[in-house]
């Protein structure tokens, strides 16, 4: 019992002490405070300095900080979109070279200006092998395009339907593109008919005719 008397004796003493301390307290000068008052004075103030420094200064970096997340988001993402494209480069390549093999198949298809003429006598033989009759045979004016140019030929031929239909295949498997447009099939004489249509055929420009085209393309 002792014990407890003297323990609450001496906690209530200390706390007159500390009580002490807070009373008369000159605030003008601060620096005549007791030890307790003026640490308590400091920590307020640090509190107080750390509170505005965040509002005045660091919530700007808070901004930049958020910017530069959003910004890892979106480098994170272009980042797996070139890893698959790395993944896959190889089977990109090899699509590449199919597609450059064909297109250099479809390129020999194209006869240049000085196959031209044997390319007609193709179309005209084809239609004669079959036993037509040319009614008309007419190039007509040639349209340059970027890097090639094509020629329209107005045709008309006559003879027996499957004649008709098997010269329009021997055109469709010529060795050069040549395409049957704006066909229009109507009856003869004697179990004829007469077809009219429109071949096109394409050729590769000459370097001077691209050189041409480009001028054309920069003048306008």
């Given at each position: 019992?002792?014990?407890?008397?003297?323990?609450s004796?001496?906690?209530s003493?200390?706390?007159?002490?500390?009580?002490?301390?807070?009373k008369?307290?000159?605030?003008?000068?601060?620096?005549?405070?007791?030890?307790?008052?003026?640490?308590?004075?400091?920590?307020?103030?640090?509190?107080?300095?750390?509170?505005?420094?965040?509002?005045a200064?660091?919530?700007?970096?808070?901004?930049?900080?958020?910017?530069?997340?959003?910004?890892?988001?979106v480098?994170?993402a272009?980042?797996?979109?070139?890893?698959?494209?790395?993944?896959?480069?190889?089977?990109l390549?090899?699509?590449?070279e199919?597609?450059?093999?064909?297109?250099i198949?479809?390129?020999?298809?194209?006869?240049?200006?000085?196959?031209?003429?044997?390319?007609?006598?193709?179309?005209?033989?084809?239609?004669?092998?079959?036993?037509?009759?040319?009614?008309?045979?007419?190039?007509?004016?040639v349209?340059?395009?970027?890097?090639?140019?094509e020629?329209?030929?107005?045709?008309?031929v006559t003879?027996?339907?499957h004649?008709?239909?098997a010269?329009?295949?021997?055109?469709?498997?010529?060795?050069?593109?040549?395409?049957?447009?704006?066909?229009t099939?109507?009856?003869?004489?004697?179990?004829?008919?007469?077809?009219?249509?429109?071949?096109?055929?394409?050729?590769?420009?000459?370097?001077?005719?691209?050189?041409?085209?480009?001028?054309a393309?920069?003048?306008?």
């Open positions: 019992m002792a014990k407890k008397k003297e323990n004796v001496s906690f003493e200390r706390m007159e002490v500390v009580q002490r301390q807070f008369n307290l000159d605030t003008k000068d601060p620096s005549l405070w007791p030890v307790l008052p003026r640490v308590l004075l400091c920590i307020f103030i640090a509190v107080v300095v750390a509170v505005i420094a965040w509002f200064f660091l919530q700007d970096y808070q901004v930049q900080l958020d910017d530069e997340r959003n910004k890892e988001v480098l994170r272009d980042y797996q979109k070139k890893l698959v494209k790395a993944v896959s480069l190889d089977a390549k090899k699509q590449r199919q597609i450059q093999q064909y297109v198949q479809l390129e020999k298809q194209l006869p240049s200006k000085a196959e031209m003429a044997a390319l007609l006598s193709d179309i005209n033989q084809s239609g004669l092998g079959r036993s037509l009759q040319f009614d008309l045979f007419r190039p007509g004016q349209v340059a395009k970027d890097y090639y140019a020629l329209p030929i107005s045709i008309r003879g027996r339907y004649d008709i239909g010269f329009a295949s021997d055109v469709a498997h010529l060795s050069r593109i040549v395409t049957l447009n704006n066909i099939i109507t009856p003869g004489a004697r179990d004829a008919l007469t077809m009219d249509a429109t071949a096109r055929t394409f050729r590769y420009l000459d370097p001077e005719e691209i050189q041409a085209q480009k001028k393309g920069g003048a306008k």
